[in-house]
């Protein structure tokens, strides 16, 4: 039988096809011609995973990523299908866990972490899914601490770039030749005949005199102390009650007063005395009027030493 053109075109372009589509599924890591199990994991982040992704249990390669995709019913949470090439019995509670197999890259796998039960999933269950950091998490503080570092680097270069204008390197010499100035002044103040070492001289002489007159100061403080003691054994507390005392007597007596006993407290209470003065006061004022004014009345004398005849009253 002889085959046609046109069939061996047919024939060669799906072995072509075939081939192509193993050949692009052996390069995600899929063998569509083995017998595979299916598993499922929902993931709120994936942390970049892509399909294709390897799946390792114990460092071994089981499997794949052949599919991820979002599923809107379950507020678009991510979908993520693994095809494992060997059959793996998978206890319950075990993990498919993603993580970053090479820091440089960033590249993303999976890992299956299996538990102890003694309860197994079934191929095309849902597994639960973790994501593990790992030296991200480790790396957070130190790239929030290093861009703390970065930025006061880049203080510090601001203000050294600041002190590298021309007005600041002047305002530097400057300062640098007024310190000249003040090591020269100090120097010339503590060579002999300076200043300062004058003061120092003379601080020497006074602190020489001090230790000299240390016996006359001891006396003074001795004197002090004798007088400190003589005071307090005077009998300051016996004149102090008799001051009480005398106080206490001046407010009795003010008190009788005030109510009326003894002639003070009459007199303060009572105003007869007053009456009978002014009384008095007003009759010896009205004598002297009477005297002023008819003296002949109280008077009698004669220039001759003779007695007048006595006048009768005008």
Known sequence: MKISRELKIGIFALITVALLIW??????????????????????????????GAVYLKGHKIGSVSSIYFDVERNSKLIVKYTLELKVKIPKNSVFQIYSSSLVSGIKDVRLLLSDENEYYSPGDTVPGDFDRGFEAMLEPIKDQLGRTVAGIDSVLFAINALLNPGAIAGIQHSLENVDHITASLSQSLSPGGNMNESMNNLASFTDALKNSNENLKNIIRNFSEISDSLSEAQIKSAISNADRAMANTAAILGKIEQGEGTLGKLSANDSLYTNLKNVSENLNLLLIDLREHPKRYVHFSVFGKKDKEKKPE
């Open 23 to 52: 050949g692009v599924n052996f390069l995600k890591g899929k063998n569509i011609f083995a017998d595979t199990d299916s598993y499922y994991s929902v993931y709120d982040n994936i942390g970049g995973l892509i399909e294709s």
